[in-house]
């Protein structure tokens, strides 16, 4: 029989909910742990299940940032990633560079070319400028317009999402975390000062809670009268065959003046070790689908790849342009532009901490410390002042 009371459940077990569990019972900062069987994990789904934000095989890592306290706090992860690496043998992070480039005054979602560059500036991060005939020559782009530039910097590069979600889930079980999967939350209520949560099968109570379910944050944040400011976005990914296997690509991003149709926005990575031997993947930065609600998910078509495949033909060598090993990601993003994640106290009740929003990966070691160091202690060693969350009262 499972234990029913604990001292903290964390809801929605991908990156950040794992990353959690992992932190809480290891020494974060020299605060105090808790112990693994006073933890549980609630996931809807099953544990690494491609359904929401922790879906897929890859993720960018990078330094480069508009913003110098996202680039800060980037600087901030690397010791974390450093002792998460110490518990798997396979790397985590492939640092095969980082490659942005595009029309340089394009202010974009991902922050545009001359503004990542002053914040490099300013916090000592090493890059180098490129000009069109250096990004064709040395990374096998084509065709592109005679202004586009770019930089490289060479310690972005590629993170192993399964086995940084794997390496969270076995730590944190080693140290007696309790995982429960297939366990959709129905209800939540606080009664004398504890809160107890309803599932199917079972009911559970606990002081302290972690709402980390990505898009479906609202499914939660509804039993705290809350419902977060959030834009709902579905995306597409494929991977395309190299016709010449002695080609690779760093992970790269081009920043593009956008069209009738979409952002015109797209990244990729190298081929990589873990997935899809003589493949690389490539990704339009623009969703396929906005949702108010995960509720309204619907498929892509072959359509939602046409402008990828059109980008792969017109301007990468190498690549044979027709999409194969399609896959979808859906993720929330504050509806507020200006902010590009969630993570904070839903209310002003300390036991309660939620995070969504954005694009979290590159702190997956660091976003779970910083959950931890909320629900444990109240407060963080970390600026979070630009991750306060924006919510309407349900009641
Ligand atoms: C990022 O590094 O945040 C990112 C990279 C590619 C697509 C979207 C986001």
Known sequence: RMKTNYKLIIIGGGLVGLSTAYNLVTNYNGYSTIKGEDILVLEKNKFFNDKGSS?????????????????????????????????????????????????????TTEGGINPAEKTMDKTGVPYSNLNKTQIENWYQFKNLPDDYVGFYQKEGGAINLPET??????????????????????????????????TGEHEFTTEKILVSTGAYVNDITKYFDKQIKLDIWDMVSAYFEKTNPNIDYPTWFAFQQ?????????????????????????????????????????KPTSEDFKGTEEWVKNHMSDLDSNAKFKSTCMLGLPKNKNKLLYLDFITDDKNVVVQTGGWAAKFAPTFGKICSQLLINGHTDYNISHFKIESEDLK
Not at 57 to 82: A, C, G, H, N
Not at 90 to 100: D, F, M, P, R, T
Not at 181 to 190: A, F, Q
């Open 55 to 107: 879906a897929g095989s890859t993720r960018q890592f990078r330094y480069q940032y508009t913003e110098k306290y996202m680039t800060e706090l980037v600087i901030q992860s690397i010791p974390d990633w450093q002792k998460l690496q110490q518990f798997t043998t396979n790397n985590l992070i492939e640092h095969v560079g980082s490659l942005w480039f595009g029309d340089p005054k394009l202010p």
């Open 165 to 198: 979600l794997k390496t969270f889930y076995s730590q944190a079980s080693i140290a007696g975390v309790q995982m429960l999967e297939n366990t959709p939350v129905l209800d939540i209520k606080k009664e004398n000062g504890k809160y107890t949560i309803q």
């Open 258 to 298: 956008p069209n009738d149709e979409n952002s015109n926005l797209y990244y990729g990575f190298p081929e990589m070790d873990w997935k899809y031997k003589n493949y690389i993947r490539v990704a339009p930065d623009y969703p396929f689908a906005i949702y108010d609600s995960p509720s309204e998910r619907k």
